[in-house]
T-cell receptor, first 114, second 114 residues
Framework: AAGVIQSPRHLIKEKRETATLKCYPI?????VYWYQQGPGQDPQFLIS???????DKGSIPDRFSAQQFSDYHSELNMSSLELGDSALYFC?????????????FGPGTRLTVL | GENVEQHPSTLSVQEGDSAVIKCTYS??????FPWYKQELGKGPQLIID?????GEKKDQRIAVTLNKTAKHFSLHITETQPEDSAVYFC?????????????FGKGTHLIIQP
């Protein structure tokens, strides 16, 4: 079965640079979520989109922005990168707007900021 | 906002024995409680979930129980096998909508001793 695709899988950036992470949801899924997971930590919710509209907002820094495109893929844009932004970034997708929708996670993008 | 507490942080059991992981949540509006298994270097994988109108759910060797009054839920794994070794996360989501983010517990590192 098709899964969530994230690219790139690994990314190395310098402080103050920008980064763009991409997420391709499972086919027919219309909802995308972004999570940040630091080393040894639990995933922290950043932001979500349903039918291309921002739906919920978590602990996303003002330096980060995201959007969902007409083909339902999503991009997380990160500017003025800091050392503390080094983490695993997961995208998850689900179908529909029900509270009980299962979220399926992608393999993640490992971002290292030097 | 929601706060999810998870215990223990590390659990070591003999192969074939049972493992129990417990979580409590703070927001009485939460009504969806998934459990995820995360192996090293991979994204979280949904293993079982439960809705607030259900007290127990079972899927082969895995079961989850929910006590809404006490606001706690537990994961039970019977007849543990080496491949069960991983980090397990409980999570909660309120009834705000299906596109809302999950709040995760801090995780339990389950170690199955041969």
């Amino acid at each position: 079965a098709a899964g969530v695709i994230q690219s790139p899988r690994h990314l190395i950036k310098e402080k103050r640079e920008t980064a763009t992470l991409k997420c391709y949801p499972i086919p027919r899924h219309d909802t995308v979520y972004w999570y940040q997971q630091g080393p040894g930590q639990d995933p922290q919710f950043l932001i979500s989109f349903y039918e291309k509209m921002q739906s919920d907002k978590g602990s996303i820094p003002d330096r980060f922005s995201a959007q969902q495109f007409s083909d339902y893929h999503s991009e997380l844009n990160m500017s003025s990168l800091e050392l503390g932004d080094s983490a695993l970034y997961f995208c998850a997708s689900s179908l529909g707007g029900s509270t009980y929708n299962e979220q399926f996670f992608g393999p993640g993008t490992r971002l290292t900021v030097l | 906002g929601e706060n999810v507490e998870q215990h223990p942080s590390t659990l070591s059991v003999q192969e074939g024995d049972s493992a129990v992981i417990k979580c409590t949540y703070s927001d009485s509006a939460s009504n969806y409680f998934p459990w995820y298994k995360q192996e090293l270097g991979k994204g979280p994988q949904l293993i079982i979930d439960i809705r607030s109108n259900v007290g127990e759910k079972k899927d082969q060797r895995i079961a989850v129980t929910l006590n809404k009054t006490a606001k706690h839920f537990s994961l039970h794994i019977t007849e543990t096998q080496p491949e069960d070794s991983a980090v397990y996360f409980c999570a909660a989501r309120d009834q705000g909508g299906g596109a809302d983010g999950l709040t995760f517990g801090k995780g339990t590192h389950l170690i199955i001793q041969p």
